[in-house]
């Protein structure tokens, strides 16, 4: 051994592995291998105070507070169904809004518009033989 003192003994008490270029965890200041660098494999008893994550409701945009121990799904959950504060008119805000003008009863999420009569339509009704009342030959411009 010519560098006895080159590298560290990864700290996890299972491995004890020389290695040249140990990783060393920003939580709980060890050296540790390239297996076991990670918090969840050295089980760092000092992960929680990186993990700053907050869940946003979906609704209306805002953090939502959890406190250590608890379901982020959960909290949001109960956020949502208590003290949301949604904009006005979300609550009976409906996806498929676009009704088709061909006189059938589906309706579309995004509007799909004729260029000929400026028709909303359904997918079904969309091409140009769904009776478009200007129907004409196409001018290309070149």
């Known amino acids: 051994m010519e560098f006895p003192d080159l590298g560290k003994h990864c700290s996890e008490k299972t491995c004890k592995q020389l290695d040249f270029l140990p ?3 920003d939580a709980c200041k060890q050296d540790f291998c ?3 660098f990670t ?3 050295h089980k760092c008893p000092l992960a929680f105070t990186k993990d700053v994550r907050v ?3 979906p609704l209306c945009n805002s953090p939502v507070p959890v406190k250590r121990g608890e379901i982020p799904d959960v909290v ?4 949502m169904d208590g003290d949301c504060r949604r904009p006005p008119g979300q609550e009976t ?6 009704r088709c003008s061909e006189g059938c009863r589906r309706r579309e999420m995004l509007r799909v518009a004729c260029e000929e009569c400026s028709g909303s339509f359904c997918l079904q009704h ?3 033989d769904h009776g478009c009342t200007r129907r004409g030959p196409r001018s290309l411009a070149g």
């Open 93 to 98: 805000a409906k996806v498929f809004t676009f």
């Open 55 to 57: 869940p946003v409701c």
């Open 76 to 79: 949001v959950g109960a956020h």
């Open 34 to 36: 390239k297996d076991h």
């Open 126 to 128: 969309r091409h140009p």
């Open 23 to 25: 990783l060393k965890c």
């Open 39 to 41: 918090y969840a494999a």
